[in-house]
T-cell receptor
Framework: GDSVTQTEGQVTVSESKSLIINCTYS????????LFWYVRYPGEGLQLLLK?????QKGSSRGFEATYNKETTSFHLQKASVQESDSAVYYC???????????FGLGTRVSVFP | NAGVIQTPRHKVTGKGQEATLWCEPI?????VFWYRQTIVQGLEFLTY????????DSGMPKERFSAQMPNQSHSTLKIQSTQPQDSAVYLC????????????FGPGTRLTVL
């Protein structure tokens, strides 16, 4: 089967500090995985933050970056300097290269304090 | 663009009653997905329609759960004889049915079974 693992359930970080959220994936059914980071801000719905569909490529959005590493089956999310507005729940997700149901990690709640 | 619309936002049922959840996808999107979110299991894929046809229901519980898409403007998820373990947030998402897609999520329906 397919699975996505996010090792941190909750992260607390000071404003202007760096952030890294770990994500690893495993799949037995998808030949060319597509990887996604979704985010849910307080009071809002789940929305796409960034996606990468080709191994070795990097995606970026709103100051966040994630590199698709096929060798380590990882897709860690990083930001060099977080802001209070980055407080949210972040979900790593795995899909195929055509429309299909996504496999999500359990999510990482990020709290940024001033 | 109103986004994906889900009704009702909250539903409370008694054990053994039926619950019907509604989803209106974004106009022009030909793929509709249903997910369930709980604290313990996280976000789980349930089922998926493309051009109103059921494509993948591998995540649907084998009993009591059914989904339909009678026309391109709405889909329903029906749970018969609801049980307390069915309590969850049910999310609907829609997308274009092509590669490099993004799934747009609705706000969800919070189902509480007493």
């Amino acid at each position: 089967g397919d699975s996505v693992t996010q090792t941190e359930g909750q992260v607390t970080v000071s404003e202007s500090k760096s952030l890294i959220i770990n994500c690893t994936y495993s799949t037995t059914s998808i030949a060319y995985p597509n990887l996604f980071w979704y985010v849910r801000y307080p009071g809002e719905g789940l929305q796409l933050l960034l996606k990468v569909i080709t191994a070795g490529q990097k995606g970026s959005s709103r100051g966040f970056e994630a590199t698709y590493n096929k060798e380590t089956t990882s897709f860690h999310l990083q930001k060099a300097s977080v802001q209070e507005s980055d407080s949210a729940v972040y979900y790593c997700a795995l899909g195929g290269n055509y429309a299909q149901g996504l496999t999500f990690g359990l999510g990482t709640r990020v709290s940024v304090f001033p | 663009n109103a986004g994906v619309i889900q009704t009702p936002r909250h539903k409370v049922t008694g054990k053994g009653q039926e619950a019907t959840l509604w989803c209106e996808p974004i106009s022009g999107h030909s793929a509709v997905f249903w997910y369930r979110q709980t604290i313990v299991q996280g976000l789980e894929f349930l089922t998926y329609f493309r051009n109103q046809a059921p494509i993948d229901d591998s995540g649907m519980p084998k009993e009591r759960f059914s989904a339909q898409m009678p026309n391109q403007s709405h889909s329903t998820l029906k749970i018969q004889s609801t049980q307390p373990q069915d309590s969850a947030v049910y999310l609907c998402a829609s997308s274009l049915a092509r590669s490099s897609y993004e799934q747009y999520f609705g706000p969800g329906t919070r189902l509480t079974v007493l």
